[in-house]
């Protein structure tokens, strides 16, 4: 089992910078770099929305188009943590975000095993 905690969110103005946290807890038998781990976001109303994923490894990353040169994702192996870096925030980027992992590195939900509690990230303009 896997137990993923988010943090990092608040409200920022547009154009600042913002740096979400995900931490890891693993069971006995789980290791947390056998996960490819991910980046999600949900506004009110909308579908969940892909944003970052990042393979076991951290060598290989995808982003999708509306976040592609603004954020970054990176993770540390050893302290269990994958951390978003979002910059030149847009209020479209306003939204709950969800950290999650899985064994298949894809920019799709399913392919996700775990998920944390999300975190709300507000950006005003």
């Known amino acids: 089992q896997v137990q993923l905690v988010e943090s990092g969110g608040g409200a920022v103005q547009a154009g600042g910078s913002l740096t979400l946290s995900c931490t890891a807890s693993?069971?006995?038998?789980?290791?947390?770099?056998?996960?490819?781990m991910a980046w999600f976001r949900q506004a009110p109303g909308k579908e969940r929305e892909f944003v970052s994923t990042?393979?076991?490894?951290?060598?290989?990353?995808i982003y999708s188009d509306s976040v592609q040169g603004r954020f970054a994702i990176f993770r540390s192996n050893e302290g269990k943590r994958v951390w978003l870096q979002m910059n030149s925030l847009k209020p479209e980027d306003t939204a709950v975000y969800y950290c999650?992992?899985?064994?298949?590195?894809?920019?799709?939900?399913?392919?996700?095993?775990?998920w944390g509690q999300g975190t709300q990230v507000t950006v005003s303009s």
């Open positions: 999650a992992a899985g064994h298949i590195f894809l920019p799709n939900a399913d392919s996700y095993l775990y």
């Open positions: 693993t069971a006995s038998g789980y290791n947390f770099d056998a996960y490819a």
């Open positions: 990042i393979i076991w490894n951290g060598k290989e990353t």
